[in-house]
C-alpha cells in the first residue's frame, strides 16, 4: 500500500512539474475560460436573466473547459512516447491514481476561477451556498473520474480529437442532468436536506464510476 501511494505521489508530482515547466494546457484553458465568459458576457447584454437558464451556461463552460483539459491526460503520454517509460517503472493503478489526483487539482482550480468570474460578470444569485458548494464539488468529482478513464481510452485510438466527445457525452449526460438540476435548486435557495436526492446521485454515480475505471484500467493501459 505505501509502494503505491509512494508511486502515485511521485506521477501526480511528475504531471504538475511537466505542467508548471511547460504551462501549455493551463495556458490554453485560461485562453479558453476567457473567450468562454466573455461571449456569454456579450450574449447576455444588459438583460435580466433567470438563474435557471444561467445555470445552463455555468455547467457549460465547466463542461466544456474540462473535456479540453482531461482529454489530453493520457494522450500527451503517448505523443511523447513516455508511456512506456511509465508502464516499466510502476503499475497501473499508481498511474491512473496520480493522473486521477492531478485532472482533479487542474479542475477545482479552474473551475473556481470560472465561478469567480461568472457571478462577476452576471447577476448570478446563490441562496443556499451550503448545498451549491456541495453539489459543485460532487459535480466536479463524478466529471474529472469519468473523463480521466474515457482520456485513457481514446489515447489508444487513432482519431483521437473526434473520439472524447462521442464517449464521454452518452457516460456523463446522467451527471450532468443531476448537477445541473441540483445546482438550479441550491441557487434558487432550496434546503440542503431537500437536495438530498440529487446528492445521493451524484454520490453514486461517483463512486461507481471510480470503482469501474480502477477494475478496468489496467486493460486499457497495458494493451
Not at 501511494?5 to 505542467?19: G, Q, T, W
Not at 451556461?57 to 503517448?78: A, P
Not at 454520490?203 to 469501474?212: D, E, G, L
Amino acid at each position: 500500500m505505501n509502494k503505491t501511494i509512494r508511486a502515485s505521489v511521485l506521477i501526480f508530482r511528475k504531471d504538475i512539474k511537466s505542467e508548471l515547466r511547460t504551462r501549455y494546457v493551463i495556458n490554453s484553458l485560461l485562453m479558453f475560460v476567457l473567450v468562454t465568459i466573455s461571449i456569454i458576457r456579450f450574449a447576455l447584454g444588459d438583460e435580466k436573466t433567470e438563474n435557471e437558464i444561467l445555470t445552463g451556461l455555468l455547467w457549460i463552460s465547466i463542461f466544456f473547459t474540462t473535456s479540453n483539459g482531461l482529454s489530453r491526460t493520457f494522450v500527451k503520454e503517448e505523443e511523447k512516447e513516455t508511456s512506456v517509460a511509465l508502464k516499466l517503472s510502476s503499475d497501473s493503478i499508481p498511474v491512473f491514481t496520480g493522473k486521477l489526483f492531478f485532472n482533479l487539482v487542474l479542475t477545482f482550480a479552474l473551475n473556481f476561477l470560472i465561478l469567480i468570474l461568472f457571478i462577476l460578470i452576471t447577476d448570478y444569485t446563490i441562496k443556499n451556498l451550503t448545498g451549491f458548494l456541495i453539489t459543485i464539488v460532487l459535480g466536479n468529482f463524478g466529471l474529472v473520474s469519468a473523463s480521466t478513464i474515457i482520456a485513457a481510452i481514446i489515447s489508444k485510438a487513432n482519431s483521437k480529437g473526434t473520439l472524447y466527445p462521442v464517449l464521454s457525452f452518452p457516460v456523463l449526460l446522467p451527471l450532468l442532468i443531476t448537477v445541473i438540476n441540483a445546482t438550479k435548486l441550491a441557487s434558487l435557495g432550496i434546503d440542503t436536506e431537500k437536495l438530498s436526492g440529487e446528492l445521493m446521485i451524484l454520490v453514486s454515480y461517483t463512486i461507481v464510476i471510480t470503482v469501474a475505471s480502477f477494475m478496468l484500467f489496467r486493460f486499457v493501459w497495458e494493451d
